[in-house]
């Protein structure tokens, strides 16, 4: 059995990538329990002063945890796929998925130039309470668009190779071969 090819430079890239999303999807929710559980024992007791900065934090990591999740999602397919289709043949199955991911391409572009508008328009302003730059709080609009059509291209291209006729690379890469530094692509 001839061996494996190498993975691309590409390949790597977006693996390691999804990996550090995943990573940091885990940091946000961990860091995301401080300010809530401040805002829940500030209501509940007097021991802690009532910290209203606490509110404005939370959201803020909330939405950036959504962000990343949803980066996530259309990495691993979970996010927007939906299946509805009895079984079909490898290209007919491959049509089905790149014309869902045109879809959400298109879906993509929009965060992309929508979300770099609304950065410029958040770029000199500050939130009320924390004082915090409020474009870090639309950063994650345009981000995600660039990161879905990173993923995307991915996937896309591996669709039109089934399409043709020609072995797409495999498609799910276990995270825990990505940490230990070995790529299966």
């Given at each position: 059995?001839?061996?494996?090819?190498?993975?691309?430079l590409?390949?790597?890239?977006?693996?390691?990538?999804?990996?550090?999303?995943?990573h940091?999807?885990?940091?946000?929710?961990?860091v995301?329990l401080?300010?809530?559980s401040?805002?829940?024992?500030?209501r509940h007791?007097?021991l802690?002063p009532?910290y209203?900065?606490?509110?404005?934090m939370a959201?803020f990591?909330?939405?950036?945890?959504?962000?990343?999740?949803?980066?996530?999602?259309?990495?691993e397919?979970?996010?927007?796929?939906v299946?509805?289709m009895?079984?079909?043949s490898?290209?007919l199955?491959?049509?089905a998925?790149?014309t869902?991911?045109?879809g959400?391409l298109?879906l993509a572009?929009?965060?992309?130039?929508?979300g770099i508008?609304?950065?410029e328009?958040?770029?000199?302003r500050?939130?009320?309470?924390?004082?915090l730059?409020?474009w870090?709080i639309h950063?994650?609009?345009?981000?995600?668009g660039v990161?879905?059509?990173?993923?995307?291209?991915?996937?896309?291209?591996?669709?039109?190779?089934?399409?043709l006729?020609r072995?797409?690379?495999?498609?799910k890469?276990?995270l825990?071969?990505?940490d230990?530094?070995?790529?299966?692509i």
């Amino acid at each position: 059995m001839p061996p494996e090819p190498a993975p691309s430079l590409w390949r790597r890239f977006t693996a390691a990538y999804a990996a550090l999303l995943n990573h940091l999807v885990v940091a946000s929710i961990a860091v995301l329990l401080v300010p809530v559980s401040l805002q829940i024992f500030s209501r509940h007791t007097a021991l802690i002063p009532s910290y209203i900065w606490t509110e404005e934090m939370a959201r803020f990591l909330f939405v950036w945890t959504i962000s990343i999740g949803a980066m996530i999602g259309v990495r691993e397919s979970t996010h927007f796929e939906v299946d509805v289709m009895p079984e079909l043949s490898p290209r007919l199955e491959a049509v089905a998925r790149l014309t869902g991911r045109i879809g959400i391409l298109v879906l993509a572009c929009v965060f992309v130039f929508a979300g770099i508008k609304f950065v410029e328009f958040a770029w000199w302003r500050i939130s009320e309470l924390a004082e915090l730059p409020l474009w870090l709080i639309h950063l994650p609009w345009p981000l995600m668009g660039v990161t879905w059509i990173i993923f995307l291209g991915e996937q896309m291209l591996d669709d039109v190779l089934i399409i043709l006729g020609r072995k797409a690379p495999p498609k799910k890469q276990d995270l825990s071969e990505i940490d230990a530094g070995t790529l299966n692509i």
